[in-house]
T-cell receptor
Framework: NAGVTQTPKFRVLKTGQSMTLLCAQD?????MYWYRQDPGMGLRLIHY???????AKGEVPDGYNVSRLKKQNFLLGLESAAPSQTSVYFC????????????FGSGTRLTVV | GQSLEQPSEVTAVEGAIVQINCTYQ??????LSWYQQHDGGAPTFLSY????GLEETGRFSSFLSRSDSYGYLLLQELQMKDSASYFC???????????FGAGTRLAVHP
C-alpha cells in the first residue's frame, strides 16, 4: 500500500518554463489537495478536488492549474514558472470524514531560478 | 477569514511534558486537527477534535474548547524523536479543506 506518491521529488526550473507535478493515491480517497509550504508560513492550499473531473481554487491558486481526469491522480501544472513559486509542494488525500486526517505525499522541492 | 495562532518555538527536555497551544478565528467551525512534521518530511496526522474535551492517543493528547476558540496538543514522556514541527489546522468551509497554522517547532533536549 503506497499511500500518496508524488513525482518528481526535486526539480529546478528556469523562469518562464512549465512543468507538471503528479500525485497518485491508491486509497480510493475522494478528496485530493495541493498545498505549498514556505518557511514560517505553514501550508497553504492551492487547489483541491472533491472527485474525478472536479477541481476548485484554494487560498493561493494564481499561477497554477490542476486536473483530475482519474480518481487516483491529481496533477498540478505551472504554465510559466516564477521565482515566487519556489517552494515545497505537498499533495494530500482524505476520506470524506476528517477523523482519519489527510495522508500526505513526500513532497516536491521546486526551485525556480 | 480564518486565522490560527500558535507559538513559533518550544523547548523541553526528555521525559518532560509539553503543551502546544492554538487559538483560531474561523467561520463555520468543524473541528481542529494536529499534524507532526519532521525536518525534510511530510506532515503526518496526529489527531482531530470535533467536540469539546480531551482526546488521548498514547503519549499524545489533544484538547478543544469551542467556546474559547482554543485547543492544545499535549505531549507526554517526551522523546528525542518528538523533535519536529507541529501544526494545528481548522476546516475551512466544506470538503475537508484545512487551513494550517504557521507551526510550532519543538526541540527536545537530553
Amino acid at each position: 500500500n503506497a499511500g500518496v506518491t508524488q513525482t518528481p521529488k526535486f526539480r529546478v526550473l528556469k523562469t518562464g518554463q512549465s512543468m507538471t507535478l503528479l500525485c497518485a493515491q491508491d486509497m480510493n480517497h475522494e478528496y485530493m489537495y495541493w498545498y505549498r509550504q514556505d518557511p514560517g508560513m505553514g501550508l497553504r492550499l492551492i487547489h483541491y478536488s472533491v472527485g474525478e473531473g472536479t477541481t476548485a481554487k484554494g487560498e493561493v491558486p494564481d499561477g497554477y492549474n490542476v486536473s483530475r481526469l482519474k480518481k487516483q491522480n491529481f496533477l498540478l501544472g505551472l504554465e510559466s514558472a516564477a521565482p515566487s513559486q519556489t517552494s515545497v509542494y505537498f499533495c494530500a488525500s482524505s476520506y470524506q470524514g476528517l477523523q482519519y486526517g489527510y495522508t500526505f505525499g513526500s513532497g516536491t522541492r521546486l526551485t525556480v531560478v | 477569514g480564518q486565522s490560527l495562532e500558535q507559538p513559533s518555538e518550544v523547548t523541553a527536555v526528555e521525559g518532560a511534558i509539553v503543551q502546544i497551544n492554538c487559538t483560531y478565528q474561523t467561520s463555520g467551525f468543524y473541528g481542529l486537527s494536529w499534524y507532526q512534521q519532521h525536518d525534510g518530511g511530510a506532515p503526518t496526522f496526529l489527531s482531530y477534535n470535533a467536540l469539546d474535551g480531551l482526546e488521548e492517543t498514547g503519549r499524545f493528547s489533544s484538547f478543544l474548547s469551542r467556546s474559547d476558540s482554543y485547543g492544545y496538543l499535549l505531549l507526554q514522556e517526551l522523546q528525542m524523536k518528538d523533535s519536529a514541527s507541529y501544526f494545528c489546522a481548522v476546516v475551512s468551509g466544506g470538503y475537508n479543506k484545512l487551513i494550517f497554522g504557521a507551526g510550532t517547532r519543538l526541540a527536545v533536549h537530553p
